[in-house]
């Protein structure tokens, strides 16, 4: 598992990293994120659903890229971004975290990925990203 | 004895009222220049002295005539008792006499009339021991200096005509003050007391003999008799409230048993489906639950039935993918409900008070484990193609996966949960303790989470579900629904038997053969998964 190298440039290079990003739109940054690598996850270092996703691809094998929210410092706007992005309501109770993509596309909260792994359209997806050998 | 007239004598010689001693006296004066006057014949010129003049005749005539009659009396009762001679005998006789005529002006001490009462009545049946009693009082009375006790006797003497409810409550007094304890307590001791009053107040007279310093001469009126009996009352009634209080709590408990035996046998038979596990546990969302829940096991019945009926009948594929159409929807219609009630109670679909013993059982995360769900189902649905045997091995296979991702997240959140409950249990107040209140609003958070595993679980049991019936033929998801339909009623038949066990036979399974020939391989089957470990 990789750790997003965005956070790390943020906290190195803030000046260099504030007027790269500074246009860049919250959802921007995700989309770019999210094609970084094939398999991407952001999350938030206390949430348990992230913990037991990651368990989920670590068991078949996947190494997704992944984005605590909670360590970067522009994560409340990436926040917001996802919910738009999966659709969940931001005020609602329920973390929008974790949210997957897979090749740059988006796959969707938990209960997605769970859908898609039980019908069994989830092991095509990552061999096509890249993420799985057979 | 004697100091305890004397004693007795002036207690009630001070409770009562201060003109009646000089009188008293003045009467020993009297009647002691009377008796030398009967003697000597001489008029009773000091005895005039003090009495008013227009009285003194009228008192004169009647001193004479009571004279008369209470010396015959007083003679009459001191002779049995005369023991001792001499002239002190003679001199109690005659003054008991004089004393007896005394006009009744003179009942000034109306508390002394016990034993003197007791005496004449000639009406009662007096023991002997009563007559030496008082006999033997007499006796000590004429070594007693003054005359008054004699006097106060002789009054009583004229009160006992008028006067007979005072024997009853002077005995009355005398146990109490002499028992006050037991005067409550032993109504049935005093009621023989007053029984005995009027024969020969025995009882008194043993306490007397006991030397008991009790006061005789204690002042009994109405108002306290009444009061006595009316405590006496009220006891004996609140003794009888008590005993049917106690009755009825004694019927209340028996039939409060009986009343939880019914329930719980109601309930092992599937009618209340275990609803209510404790009173306050049991939250209005999970009491509708329970009802709707109950509602769909009859709508699940009726399924099978079509089901079984279905498949028997040979339908066309598309009458019986109807069939099959609306179990699916029937399975999740339940999932619905559940999701409805995990908003608000999640704690009651986890704990699976909903649920059946045996189906608690194999409860994983408020259901069925769809992994141990397809090895069953596996053996069952044998004619398989390649292709949906690889279907269904593959969705086993990530089943399982998806399975063991929740539960590793589901025990991290115990694990974070447990370290926010138990942080600094210990130190009160340490620097780095966390305060109470902010501690209770994290655990609530991490808590909520619970619901959210919740329903990721159930959401993995409805793919299930779905897969299959896209991966099995109609025929084959008909045989897959009945089975798994079969196998959840079977589970909570046994769950019946077990709760009904102390009282019936066990029936074996063996007993409980579903109808239907080409479900006989499906069904006996089931019989041995329910006993291989899952």
Known sequence: MQYGAAA??????????????????????????????????????????????????????????????????????????????????????????????????????????????????????????????? | MVQGEESSWRMAASTHHERAIPLNQALAYGVQAHA???????????????????????YFGELEEALIHGAANAAGVVDPGMIRGGDVHTKSAATAGYLAARPPTLEIFPSWPTRQQQQLHSGNSQSVGSTTDSSSAQNTMPQMELVSPASIRASSEQQQQPQPGQEVMMVTTDDYSYK?????????????????QPLHGGGDHDKRKLGSTRKEGKLVDAKTERRLAQNREAARKSRLRKKAYVQNLETSRVRLQQIEQELQRARSQGLLLGGCSAAGDTSSGAAVFDMEYARWLDDDSKRLTELRGGLQAHLLDTNLGLIVEECMQHYDELFQLKASLARSDVFHLLTGTWATPAERCFLWMGGFRPSDLLKILIQQLDPLTEQQMLGIYNLQQSSEQAEEALGQGLQQLHQSLADTVAAGTLNNDGPGVPNYMSLMAIALDKLANLESFYQQADNLRQQTLHQLHRILTTRQAARCFLSIGEYYRRLRALSNLWSSRPCESFIGTESVSPPGTELQTMHHQPQQNQYSGF
């Open chain 1, 8 to 134: 790390e440039q943020a906290w190195y290079m803030p000046a260099a990293a504030m007027v790269a990003a500074g246009p860049e739109s919250a959802v921007a940054r995700v989309e770019r994120l999210a094609s970084e690598s094939a398999v991407v996850v952001f999350s938030v270092s206390s949430c348990c659903m992230c913990h037991a996703v990651k368990r989920l691809f670590c068991g078949m094998g996947v190494h997704p890229t992944v984005h605590e929210l909670d360590l970067d410092p522009r994560g409340r706007d990436l926040e917001r971004a996802l919910a738009r992005l999966v659709g969940a309501a931001y005020s609602s109770p329920a973390p929008v975290v974790p949210v997957v993509f897979i090749g740059g596309k988006l796959v969707g909260a938990m209960d997605r990925v769970m859908a898609a792994h039980i019908n069994g359209s989830l092991v095509p997806l990552l061999k096509e990203a890249g993420a799985l050998w057979l």
């Open chain 2, 36 to 58: 030398s006057a009967s003697v000597a014949a001489t008029p009773p010129a000091s005895f005039l002295d003090f009495q008013p003049a227009a009285a003194a005749a009228a």
């Open chain 2, 180 to 196: 006050p304890g037991l005067a409550a307590a032993s109504p049935s001791f005093q009621q023989h007391q007053l029984q005995q």
